[in-house]
């Protein structure tokens, strides 16, 4: 089978009796459930509604957590995917060992209760992967293993790493290595590994796809940052030539207009139509990221969701 192939191929009772202040249904987008079912929403949308992050904001509600934020996205939007970051796990920090299994398990089981499934973590924080030094290499493979088990105790088929958040690029060699480790543990347990066009040496789309390729994995694969491109070239052609290689679209969001909340910074729509043209048949996983943020982030999901929807063939 080719890669394209492949690639498109607390307790239960507290979880889900947990009130969302302020929620009130609104599922009826008229999106059909073919569409619905290619649309997820990251936690990262609603980072101001957590608390335990420089970027909450008390005043805003609902107040969510991973516990409670499927609920709400299934009740406010019909949407029954998520993508959560380990950043809002409300710790102190956030390396795989501050998560037990346990606490991952509680986050499926409210999941599973309300029809809602988790697709993937999103791992901010990771060793560098592409450290040269053993002791250090060791541990970041220690590392991904560790989160590939909690993300899969969560209910998810995959976890997203950046190899290394430096803006140096660092050792690729390292990087192709430790990816080759952990994703053959991953493909042991039926856990994929995601690197995006985020950070660090992956952050040129042709380096990500460099490393996919020489990992040389079918359960490597991309997660592609629509809001993360640079010249030289075109954003536009560069992200639907990688379209083989992707298995989740993180569907960033920057800029929308204060009054008819149209996104402003680059062409959704296009990209869309591209990725649909490139043959990717996954999820586009919505993430609003800008500064500043929506003052109405319902909104701006509404707005993506239905533009995206449009343009999905």
């Known amino acids: 089978m080719d890669r394209r192939s492949f690639l498109m191929g607390t307790t239960l009772a507290s979880a889900s009796g947990l009130a969302i202040p302020f929620l009130r249904a609104q599922t009826d987008s008229g999106i059909s459930k073919r569409k619905l079912d290619r649309l997820a929403i990251s ?3 609603y980072r101001a509604n957590y608390d335990g992050l420089n970027t909450s904001i008390p005043a805003v ?13 299934k009740e406010r939007f019909g949407i029954t995917q998520i993508e959560l970051w380990d950043q809002q796990w409300g710790l102190k920090t956030h390396a795989a060992s501050d998560y037990t299994i346990e606490q991952c398990r509680e986050i499926k089981t409210a999941c599973d209760t309300v029809g809602v499934r988790v697709i993937s973590i999103e791992v901010g924080d990771i ?4 450290d ?24 998810a088929g995959s976890i997203r790493i950046d190899p290394n958040r430096q803006a140096n690029a660092g050792d690729v060699n390292s990087i192709v290595d430790a990816l080759k480790q952990i994703t053959a543990y991953g493909r042991t347990i039926g856990m994929r590994v995601l690197i995006e066009n985020h950070s660090g040496y992956t952050s040129n789309i042709a380096h990500m796809l460099e490393v996919i390729k020489a990992v040389n994995n079918d359960y490597c694969a991309g997660e592609l940052d629509w809001g993360k491109w640079s010249p030289p070239g075109d954003r536009y052609t560069d992200m639907q030539a990688a379209m083989p290689y992707v298995y989740i679209v993180s569907a960033k969001a920057e800029v929308f207009d204060e009054q008819t909340y149209e996104h402003v910074t680059f062409d959704i729509a296009k990209l869309v139509h591209n ?5 990717f048949k996954g999820i586009y996983s919505l993430e609003l990221y800008g500064s ?3 003052e109405d982030t319902d909104r701006a999901v509404r707005w993506m969701m239905k533009t995206i929807a449009d343009n999905i063939a």
């Open 43 to 45: 936690s990262s949308s």
């Open 61 to 73: 509600m609902p107040r969510l957590s991973h516990l409670t934020f499927g609920k709400y996205v």
């Open 127 to 130: 060793t560098s992967l592409a």
């Open 132 to 155: 040269t030094d053993p002791a250090v290499h060791e541990q970041a493979i220690k590392e991904g293993k560790a989160w590939l088990d909690k993300a899969k105790a969560a209910g």
């Open 275 to 279: 990725a649909e043209a490139g043959g």
């Open 292 to 294: 500043p943020a929506p």
